[in-house]
């Protein structure tokens, strides 16, 4: 069935070229656009990108698809359904932008178009313009990530197509401005919150809006949390960080983002040293008499003390929880653990001597050698990636 598609997409992307007959300038026309001399700066623009698909003779390419949907706000699956197409083909236009739709899908987008209301079209004039939807011009977004303590600024935003209610502060980057001093202007302008940035978490093209947007970890000063743009908010509110994935799901938080909120979750508190060891395919581990979120058994680990380095820790924890004395390899590497949100680093051990049993019983009430392949019934989660690798590579060389 795909490949059939596929063939008469080919079709009748080549019989396009004689079936399209709207005249791009006409289509103009048609949304009150007679003269560039009398007509707005949007209009001009659009009436310029158009004059300049005229001219090349072509149609609707998927990188002016792609604008489209991004003007409009719409998801992928929202503008596969308004065009009829699957949610593939609008992927596939951001992957191959020179791409030429079937004709059907030209009569689609260019009855979408018509039907966009005029600030759609003023997104778009600017999206589909000849330096492309992603010039640093055009639609470049900066957002401020406000912590206080253990709280994250968040808005909500009134009711549009992009299916995002809640969100971080954010303004329009205009042309010769610089994206962390717009951040902090538009978060005082949206909620009243004075803020400094802190650091450049990264950008990236939104997945929903199609706009590039800049992120960045701000730090709070001064100012009540209140909504003072009521066209574009419906509330602004304190959020308790270790909460932000029941406004924002994780899968839509910048992995930066998130890694940054994980990691002000832990500011204050120890890092932790985990000791991983493994002897005859068996990897040791500890079970907590208390689950700590939803974490029971754990590899042998604790607070890495002052002066003391993760190696040593790693050691010194290994011996005092499992009564097994052990020499540290190396350091497989760090992260902020996603469930108890404290900074982790975590060491490969050897076995020097000792039989493992429960060496501090008000933590823990068992020890245990887990074969490495039974390991999901005991960490249903699983392991961080540098640790997984090396239990992988412990399993192939038995």
Known sequence: MADAEAVLERAEAAENVRERLVDPLNLLGAHGVQSTSRAPAGAMR??????????????????????????????????????????????GWAEKPGAVP???????????????????????????????????????????????????????RRADNSGIVYGWPAGTVKPGEEPAAVAVRETLAETGVSCAVRAHLGGRVHPVTGVHCDYFACSYEAGEALNRDEAENEGVLWAPVREVTDWIPRGAIFPPVMAAL?????????????????????????RRREREGSVLWVLPGGAIEAGETAEGAAVREALEE?????????????????????????????????????????????????????LPQFVPLGFFPAVQERLDAELAAR
């Open 46 to 91: 659009l009436h310029c990108n158009f004059r300049r698909l005229a001219m090349t003779g072509r149609a609707w390419t998927g990188r002016d698809a792609t604008a489209l949907r991004a003007a409009l706000r719409l998801t992928t699956e929202s503008f596969a359904r308004r065009l009829a197409v699957a949610p593939r083909t609008v992927a």
């Open 262 to 286: 994980e990691a002000s979750m832990s500011e204050g508190k120890p890092a932790i040293a985990s000791a991983v060891v493994v002897r005859d395919g068996r990897l040791l581990l500890a």
């Open 322 to 374: 499992t009564c097994l004395t052990v020499a540290a390899r190396e350091v497989l590497g760090s992260r902020v653990h996603p469930a108890t949100h404290r900074e982790m680093h975590y060491v490969a051990c050897d076995v020097i001597a000792g039989d493992a049993r429960v060496g501090d019983p008000e933590e823990h009430d068992a020890v245990e050698w887990v074969p490495i392949a039974d």
């Open 102 to 156: 079937r004709a059907a899908v030209q009569r689609a987008l260019d009855d979408a178009y018509a039907a966009a209301p005029a600030q759609a079209r003023a997104r778009f004039a600017e999206l589909a313009s000849p330096e492309g939807p992603t010039a640093p011009q055009f639609f470049r977004v900066a957002m401020a990530v406000v912590t206080r303590g253990p709280d994250v600024l968040l808005v909500r």
